[in-house]
């Protein structure tokens, strides 16, 4: 079956450096969700969209923003990087209702590993 | 706000034991979802279980099963016959209906000795 796929899987910045992560999730799956997961921490959620629609926002810094495009897949765009903002960055999806009739599973991706020096 | 707690940080069992991870959560909802998830050395989030809050029985998955007591609201997992590639940090995570976002417990280590 289909997983969520992000891109790029690893990424290195220096301080004060744009990034940009990308996140495709399963397909005829409406909902994208953000989260970043520090060292040793349980994963923090940023943001999701809904029918490409922002639907919730958590913690996310302002220096943070994201989309959802027409096809569904979603972008996290990140500037100003800083130490901090070294962590693992997952993306979820989820549908109101799959095959099996379970609503609201989050399905995750592989994650993209952020490296600020 | 809604909270979930895991107060096992770490755990270890003998391979082909069985082993319960404890897991609360608070919440004034009436109608939420509860999972376990799997994060191995990988990293990768893996979905272990899930159980709606309004069904009464106690779901199963496999070797994986749930102790499910709204009541005290309580969530426990069971490993029975714990294998070598159960070994991961599990997470406890709650959210409501509606596409809304996952709250996370602090995570167990479990590890299984050969």
């Known amino acids: 079956a289909a997983g969520v796929i992000q891109s790029p899987r690893h990424l290195i910045k220096e301080k004060r450096e744009t990034a940009t992560l990308k996140c495709y999730p399963i397909?005829?799956?409406?909902?994208v969700y953000w989260y970043q997961q520090g060292p040793g921490q349980d994963p923090q959620f940023l943001i999701s969209?809904?029918?490409?629609?922002?639907?919730d926002k958590g913690s996310i810094p302002d220096r943070f923003s994201a989309q959802q495009f027409s096809d569904y897949h979603s972008e996290l765009n990140m500037s100003s990087l800083e130490l901090g903002d070294s962590a693992l960055y997952f993306c979820?999806?989820?549908?109101?209702?799959?095959?099996?009739?379970?609503?609201?599973?989050?399905?995750f991706g592989p994650g993209t590993r952020l490296t600020v020096l | 706000a809604q909270t979930v707690t895991q107060s096992q940080p770490e755990m270890s069992v003998q391979e082909a034991e069985t082993v319960t991870l404890s897991c609360t959560y608070d919440?004034?909802?009436?109608?939420?979802?509860l999972f376990w998830y799997k994060q191995p050395p990988s990293r990768q989030m893996i979905l272990v279980i899930r159980?709606?809050?309004?069904?009464?029985q106690n779901a199963t998955e496999n070797r994986f099963s749930v102790n499910f007591q709204k009541a005290a609201k309580s969530f426990s997992l069971k490993i029975s016959d714990s294998q070598l590639g159960d070994a991961a940090m599990y997470f406890c995570?709650?959210?409501?209906?509606?596409?809304?976002?996952?709250?996370f417990g602090q995570g167990t280590r479990l590890t299984i000795n050969p």
């Open positions: 979820a999806s989820s549908s109101l209702q799959d095959l099996r009739g379970r609503t609201d599973t989050q399905y």
């Open positions: 397909p005829r799956h409406d909902t």
């Open positions: 969209f809904y029918e490409k629609m922002q639907s």
């Open positions: 919440t004034s909802e009436s109608d939420y979802y």
């Open positions: 159980q709606e809050a309004y069904k009464q």
């Open positions: 995570a709650y959210t409501i209906q509606g596409a809304q976002k996952l709250v």
